[in-house]
């Protein structure tokens, strides 16, 4: 008996720095998206981006401060709390200065995933998800 083995594809992920960057993978859901898109096609997402040091060229992680091949400090992604004005991240959902949610959609309150307004269960663990009462009436 032959056994065949399941065709692999392969995504080399954007943002890491390397020759050949072939896709984005969407945060919100999953998706993989064209390197050149800004935002993702299914879900609608802004698909984070590397950040290009100005001094050298060299593409970085989309959160890095200094660049990795000549050191020079990297452009701020101007991401701040809606609430104090504290720097947040760009994977963070809430702010560590105040607690203020600063992404939109549902916090599953299983793996704590940030999910699309109009979504019943979590996308990352099918978990179901509470509507917020404004949004439930």
């Keep these: 008996m032959i056994r065949l083995r399941p065709q692999v594809r392969w995504y080399n992920i954007g943002g890491g ?3 050949g960057e072939g896709a984005m993978l969407c945060r919100s859901c999953g998706r993989m998206n064209r390197d050149e898109d ?3 096609s299914s879900c609608g997402a802004k698909l984070l981006r590397s950040k290009v040091c100005r001094a050298c060229g ?3 992680r989309h959160d890095a401060t200094f660049c990795g091949t ?3 400090k990297l452009p701020d992604d101007g991401l ?4 104090c ?3 947040v991240g760009p994977h963070s959902q809430f702010c560590a200065n105040c607690g203020t949610q600063v992404v939109e959609g ?3 309150g299983t793996c704590h995933s940030v999910n699309r307004n109009d979504a019943r269960f979590c996308a990352f663990c099918g978990g179901a998800l509470k509507v917020p009462a404004a949004a439930a009436s």
Excluded at 80 to 83: D, E, K, V
Aim: hydrophobic share 25%; net charge neutral; proline share 9%.
């Design 58 to 60: 060299a593409k970085n």
């Design 70 to 72: 000549c050191g020079a």
């Design 38 to 40: 800004l935002f993702c």
């Design 106 to 108: 549902i916090v599953c």
């Design 85 to 87: 004005g504290h720097p």
């Design 80 to 83: 701040h709390c809606p609430s």
């Design 17 to 19: 720095g390397g020759e």
